[in-house]
């Protein structure tokens, strides 16, 4: 891959995927692009879990303002934004934010796009368009209210204001929250132990809070029965349960199939 986006495969089965586009890791169009292609590797061969990282001092500043320039060159910015995230959240493996530093914008966006995050007590999350006199385009309006509640959501919008790390834990925007240096030693620690699980299972428990969030509580439901009743399929059912019967819980050795 070119400069702003790199990919590292690890023999852990952890991939970390880095933002690398000088000074602020802002998500132009070409890094979006090259964010999609890494992604659409990563769905083509999964591995067993997902960093996604940006520098030490600075997780991304969101979109590139300068490409800013009318309703449409705004349709292509929030079209890509949305192609690129979707590609993100719909990755069939556990995805990490490790943030340090500043997320704000569509670099926030693009951590609500994981499943987990991690964030360094120094860092700041946000969503400013506002102060631009715009709204979030990158999927912000949607993702942060399902993880933070409509309130608090609307009052990060509509303020611009950005949050600490704890009040983000708080609020239950971030899993956790350690030392500045501990950010990505944390993630991919969690990422590698989320990797030796049972990945098919882990795949489905995703899919079942993902989906099950745009359905009723009826479909659901149903949609957990049907995707319980599959992963007895996996052969990392039958070793688990196995184990448990003859060793207890804890002992099982994970195959990813």
Do not use: W
């Amino acid at each position: 891959m070119a400069p702003g986006v790199t990919l590292e495969r690890r023999d852990d089965r952890v991939a970390v995927v880095r933002i690398d586009n000088p000074k602020v890791n802002a998500l132009s169009a070409s890094v979006l692009d090259e964010l999609a292609a890494v992604f659409s590797t990563l769905h083509a061969d999964p591995p067993g879990a997902v960093v996604v990282t940006g520098g030490e001092r600075i997780f991304s500043a969101g979109a590139e303002v300068r490409e800013f320039e009318g309703p449409e060159k705004a349709a292509e910015v929030t079209e890509r934004f949305h192609r690129t995230l979707d590609l993100v959240a719909s990755l069939p493996r556990m995805t990490i934010a490790a943030i340090c530093g500043y997320a704000l914008g569509g670099g926030l966006e693009l951590a609500l796009a994981c499943d987990m995050r991690i964030a360094g007590r120094s860092a700041r999350l946000g969503l400013p368009e506002i102060l631009l006199g715009i709204i979030p385009g990158g999927g912000g309006t949607q993702r942060l209210p399902r993880l933070v509640g409509p309130a608090k959501a609307k009052e990060m919008i509509v303020t611009g204001r950005q949050v600490t790390a704890e009040e983000a834990a708080s609020a239950g925007l971030v899993n956790e929250v350690v030392d500045d240096a501990e950010v990505l030693g944390r993630a991919l620690e969690l990422a590698g132990e989320l990797a030796r699980g049972p990945l098919v299972a882990q795949a489905l428990a995703k899919r079942a809070v993902d989906e099950g969030l745009d359905l009723g509580l009826e479909e659901g439901l149903h949609l957990e029965r049907e995707l319980f009743v599959d992963v007895f399929g996996t052969e990392d059912a039958r070793e688990g349960i196995a184990s448990f019967l003859q060793s207890g819980p804890g002992k099982a050795t994970f195959r990813g199939r």
